[in-house]
Nanobody, 122 residues
């Protein structure tokens, strides 16, 4: 069974950093592009970033560009989202999912994880 599991969320002060991890089970992650999405309370899901199968392509939403960095370690079957200079508006549940290509459309992704909560607050 294809499954992705997120971890690394938590409570952090504004300006702080967190690194999220997305680990795969049931498949070898290097066959898929991986995307990160987030959903804040009472808001629509938002695409955050994605990375292609070989890390040759990375894309970011304008709201996180310059602050977040996505990477992958296919040997560890894991994708990371390094989040720096966090803002209160980054507070959300963060999800990772798999796709054929690095693209910002959520309906092209599958094998969604359960999510990890990120809270940015003083």
């Amino acid at each position: 069974q294809l499954q992705l599991v997120e971890s690394g969320g938590g409570l952090v002060q504004p300006g702080g950093s967190l690194r999220l991890s997305c680990a795969a089970s049931g498949f070898t992650m290097n066959v898929a592009a991986i995307g990160w999405f987030r959903q804040a309370p009472d808001k629509e899901p938002e695409w955050v970033s994605c990375i292609s199968r070989t890390s040759g392509t990375t894309n970011y939403a304008d709201s996180v560009k310059g602050r977040f960095s996505i990477s992958r370690d296919n040997a560890k079957n894991t994708v990371y989202l390094q989040m720096n200079s966090l803002k209160p508006e980054d507070t959300a549940v963060y999800y990772c999912a798999a796709s054929q290509t690095c693209i910002g459309s959520s309906n092209l992704y599958g094998a969604w994880g359960q999510g990890t909560q990120v809270t940015v607050s003083s």
